[in-house]
């Protein structure tokens, strides 16, 4: 009768253990799985951004869908302006001339390492692709171009888009968007750097 209660009281043990062992595991795995999965998203949201940055520089306003950014990136031309000397006013820093020119849109993109056929879609999400708008709103009695462009974090946290995993997390909401820019407002900042 010793040793069978010998033997219960070390099953106990071993299952008190296991369930503390998967108490600190459970949390610490949420919090490298969010980690890693937010910074894979924030990369995909910067480089919307910058591809919308270029698209702007183009088109002079904000693309509100992917399939009118990503054609316009693949054939437009990016302009630069080009500041010189005037030849006739020598040494005069208040004289100089202008020049236009341009570059491949596509060539630009390609040396960001962005890939436009990808850019839509969220990681981690089964092919979800972001929410984009572009509007235009009068702000400070100006009309501004707007853009926001974004994601739900439950469409890319997978099994830890449950809002119970938010116990380890106190600003964790899986119904939160994480975005850039806003259509309330001229700015393109995102959500993360806030």
């Known amino acids: 009768m010793k040793n069978v209660f010998k033997i219960l009281i070390y099953l106990l043990a071993v299952l008190l253990a296991y369930i503390l062992y ?3 595991k ?10 890693a999965r937010k910074a894979v998203v924030v990369k995909q949201l910067e480089d919307i951004r910058t591809a ?13 869908d992917f399939d009118t950014l990503s054609t316009t990136l693949r054939n437009g031309q990016i302009p ?25 849109a596509v060539d630009s993109i390609m040396s ?4 436009l056929d990808s850019l839509r879609y969220v990681p981690f999400s089964g ?11 009068t702000y400070q009695s100006t009309l501004v171009n707007v853009v926001e462009v974004g994601t739900y974090w439950k469409d890319f946290m997978g099994k830890y888009a449950d809002p119970k995993y938010a116990k380890y997390d106190q600003s ?16 393109i900042s995102g959500s993360w750097d806030r």
């Open 22 to 24: 998967s108490s600190i």
């Open 172 to 187: 964790y909401e899986p119904a939160k968007r994480i975005k850039f820019g806003d259509l309330n407002k001229p700015n």
């Open 26 to 35: 459970e949390p610490i795995k949420f919090q490298a799985a969010k980690q």
């Open 127 to 137: 092919g979800k692709t972001f929410d984009i708008a572009a509007d235009t709103l």
């Open 52 to 64: 919308q940055e270029i698209y702007r520089s183009i088109t002079g306003e904000f693309a509100g």
């Open 112 to 115: 960001l390492g962005i890939n």
């Open 80 to 104: 630069f302006i080009v500041l010189s000397e005037d030849p006739e006013f020598p040494g005069d820093s208040e004289k100089f001339l202008t020049d236009t020119t341009y570059a491949s």
